[in-house]
């Protein structure tokens, strides 16, 4: 009997466990799947051509220098988007189409003037209630305070690179240091301090490498003896297209000629405007500035170049700038990325890297952004999935950043409203691209003639063409970017491109109709 009672004890053991095992084992195959971490890191108006990782004309010279090894790392583990646009490239613009989802007639952000809306669905807003904790760190400029997040602090404004004023819930406070430096830091406090129990959203949204390019004290020197390569394009003569080309003021040899653009200091010849930039410097950063930049007056005050000489003595001084300012934005990217795998958070962190736009590194002559041409329509965008994305990976089809709000609502495991114009792009991510893919996508820059004098315009963007409208003074622009990569002869009104022409002007009035877009307005205004 004793054999009989402890048999059937060890019986009772045995099945108690392995139902204890079952319903562990049943547990985990029937719970959701876990719902990723989501970081966003973002910056503000930076060029592909000056990510190693893009294939570009500066690509060598980039990896040469070692200007973006952390953004390097995170495309070699993660995939590249070669086709990513945005809706309308100006800063405030792009921000709110990455909320919302929506083209920026529709979110009612046109312009750098223009305050958003945020009683509007945003993703962010929807994460949240979703049980997600979020953060909102660095550069917001949409002039209304942040929604939709547990946590922010925010630059005013443009927000200054050194010793920069941030804005939070409480107030209004300076932090002494530089700002990429400032941004990650918050960024590395907020991933130690959230709320451990919730998936996390977030929103890392750097300043640099905008204007006026200053870079931090360490990165000073960098470049300080090279010639960084010049684009063909740099003596672009504006002819081939309609009018707007020739008449914008962002050309760098005759438009750049802030104290603050050059850091000649007495100011250069020409030159106008003294940023506010420098008065905020500690007298130790002037020291390390003098030190940097003295030579660069001394040289050009000593013999200064005229022509196209002066031009290409400006290019040299707003690239080297431009890549120093962008080698610190890599660095706190850098920073980020270790403090996720310090935390051991890698394996379920979906890393998203992008610009609100792109730039002008002297294409076309120019610095800044707006056009609806190559290097300021294209966003970088760069997307770490582990166990999703295949290392190394390249994506070709066209996304858009009105595509990022219902990609983090999928990721998130949930859906954007129907009433947003951009599609999840997380079945590319997954590698299967949806048959109904976009084959075109629809363009609207507003601001005139604030900055640089661009012309407002529409447009479609196919694989092949290019078709833009500036509706203001009636003229248009096809190209074959095929055969004209650089958007140099625009083919508009050519015979041989007639039915070209036809379909490009059908299909932009089709996604005029399908975004319930709005009239043009009438020449004069109302
Ligand atoms: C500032 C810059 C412009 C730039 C706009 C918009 N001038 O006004 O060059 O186009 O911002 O940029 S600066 O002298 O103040 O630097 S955006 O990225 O915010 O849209
Ligand atoms: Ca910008």
Redesign the pocket.
Known sequence: MASDTSSRREFLRVSAASALALSATMRKVMAAPERPNIVFLFS??HSLQSIGAYKSRLQRFINQHNITPQLNRLADRGGVFERSYCCNS???PSRAAILTGLHSHANGFID?SSTFDSRQWTAPKALQASGYTTAMIGKW?LVSEPTGFDHWEILPG?GSYYNPDFITPTGTARRAGYCTDLIGDAAISWLRARDKTKPFLLMCQHKAP???WMPPERHLGLLANESVPEPATLFDDYKGRATPASEQEMQVGRDLT?V?DLKVRPPLVGATGLAGEFNRMTDAQKVAWDAAYVPRNERFTASPPEGRELTRWKYQAYMKDYLRCVKALDDNIGRVLDELSAQGLDDNTVVIYAS?QGFYNGEHGWF??RWMYEESLSMPLIVRWPDVVKPGQRFSPMVQNIDYAPTLMELAGGAAPDSVHGKSFVPILRGNTPKDWRTSIYYHYYEFPQ??RVQAHVGVRTDRYKLIYYYAVGQWELFDLEKDPQELLSVFGDPAYLSVQTTMTVELERLRQQYKEKPYPRPGGN
């Open positions: 503000d108006d100006l800063c405030g750098n400029h443009q905008h204007r006026p802030m603050s609100d800044d952004k900055d640089h």
